[in-house]
C-alpha cells in the first residue's frame, strides 16, 4: 500500500522505536517522508537494522540509545534529533513498560519504573521537544485502553499510568495549542508485540473480551499516529483516541 507522502520536510522523534509498535511507527513517518530519529534502550541490534533498513532504501533515520527512565538520556536525544535533522516537528511518546503482579506481590521498583518510563519520560521528552517546535509542531503519545477498562487483577500501575496520560494530554494541549502545536493520546487495544504475543497467556481471554475478536497490528496503531502527525489533523487536540477492536466496546 502507497501512503501519502504529507511528511515529506518533517522530522521527528519516537522514544522506543526499535521494535513493536515504535518500530510501526518509525517506518510509517519514514514512508510519508519524514526524517525520523528514535530511541531504544536494550535493543541494539534491532535497532541497527531498523536504521539500516531504511536508509538502505533511501530514507532517513537515525537510531539513538537513551533510557526513558534517565533525563538526561531524554533530553540528550532531542539534541541529537535536532543537531542531526536541523529541527524537531513530531514527538512520538511510545516507549512504556507492562508490569503485572498480584498486589502483595507488586514492588515499588516496579511501580517507580512504570511511573518513570510511561509516563516521567512523556513529560520530560514533551517539554524538551516543545522548546524546538514551531506551528504545526505535534506531539503525540501511546497510552491505552487500559486507562478506561482493567479487566485483569495485577494491572492496576499499568492501568493507572496510562490514565495519567490521559490527564497529561490535555494539560498539553493547553500549555502548547496557542502555539499551534497539538497534543493527542493514542490508546491501542491488544497489539500483537513482545509485550502482549498474539499467541500468549493472555490472548484468548482478551480476545473474548473483543467486538472483532482478533489482535491489532502494529501498522494499524502507526495508521492513527501518521493521521495525527499530518497537517489535516491540525484541529485534533488534547484528545485520547482508542484503537482496540471494540475492548472497550
Ligand atoms: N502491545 C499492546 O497490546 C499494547 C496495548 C496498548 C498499549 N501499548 C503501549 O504501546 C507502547 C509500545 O508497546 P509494544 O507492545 O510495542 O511494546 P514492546 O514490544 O515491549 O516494545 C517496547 C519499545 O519501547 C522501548 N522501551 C522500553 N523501555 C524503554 C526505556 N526505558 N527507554 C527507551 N526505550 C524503551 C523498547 O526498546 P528496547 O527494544 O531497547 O527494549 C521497545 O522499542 C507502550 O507504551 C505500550 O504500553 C501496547
Known sequence: MTHPTNLIGKTALVQGG???????????????????????????????ELQDSITAAGGKAL????????AEDIRDAVAET????????????????????????FTLEDFDRTLAINVRSVFIASQEAAR?????????????TNADRMPFAGGGVYAMSKSAL???????????????????????????????????????TLMGLMAIPRYGKSEEIAAMVAYLAGPEAGYVTGASL???GGFGA
Open 242 to 244: 482508542t484503537i482496540d
Open 63 to 70: 537510531a539513538i540509545q537513551a533510557d526513558s527512565a534517565n
Open 132 to 144: 524546538h517546535m514551531k506551528e504545526g509542531g505535534r506531539i503525540i503519545n501511546i497510552g491505552s
Open 166 to 204: 490521559v490527564g497529561l494530554t490535555k494539560g498539553l494541549a493547553r500549555d502548547l495549542g496557542p502555539r499551534g502545536i497539538t497534543v493527542n493520546n493514542v490508546q491501542p487495544g491488544p497489539v500483537d508485540t513482545d509485550m502482549n504475543p498474539a499467541d500468549g497467556e493472555f490472548a484468548e
Open 82 to 105: 535536532v543537531k542531526t535533522f536541523g529541527g524537531l516537528d513530531i514527538l512520538v511518546n511510545n516507549a512504556g513498560v507492562l508490569a503485572i503482579a498480584p498486589l502483595d506481590e
Open 18 to 48: 526499535s521494535r513493536g509498535i515504535g518500530a510501526a511507527i518509525v517506518k510509517r513517518l519514514v514512508e510519508q517522508g519524514a526524517a525520523v530519529a528514535f530511541t531504544f534502550v536494550s535493543s541494539e541490534a534491532k535497532a541497527r
